[in-house]
């Protein structure tokens, strides 16, 4: 299975590692490779996480606020979004494919 970011989502992530590394040297390494593991689970079981519409989900990380939302496209997983668990929730909900 492949996988793939919307460009708002790298986006996302750029700005949440920056973030991470601003607040302490090596963090924002800790929190890519948290995201990174998380993607590697989504990849290997795909259907595992909560569902919030019929091809979308949100795979939560396990050190860090932060949610993975993607959708499932045959054999391809769509990253939609990287997405702090406190703030401003939904905002992505314009990036998503029905």
């Not at 989502?9 to 890519?32: I, M, P, R, T």
């Amino acid at each position: 299975m492949t996988y793939s970011f919307h460009p708002e989502a790298s986006s996302d992530l750029n700005q949440a590692v920056d973030y991470y590394e601003d607040c302490q040297f090596g963090l924002g390494s800790e929190f890519l490779d948290e995201v990174e593991a998380a993607i590697k689970q989504i990849l290997l079981h795909p259907k595992a996480w909560s569902k919030l519409s019929r091809r979308t989900r949100r795979c939560l990380t396990n050190r860090f606020p932060y949610s993975i939302i993607y959708q499932t496209q045959e054999s391809h997983i769509r990253i939609i979004a990287v997405a702090h668990s406190h703030r401003r929730p939904d905002y992505w909900n314009d990036r998503i494919d029905s």
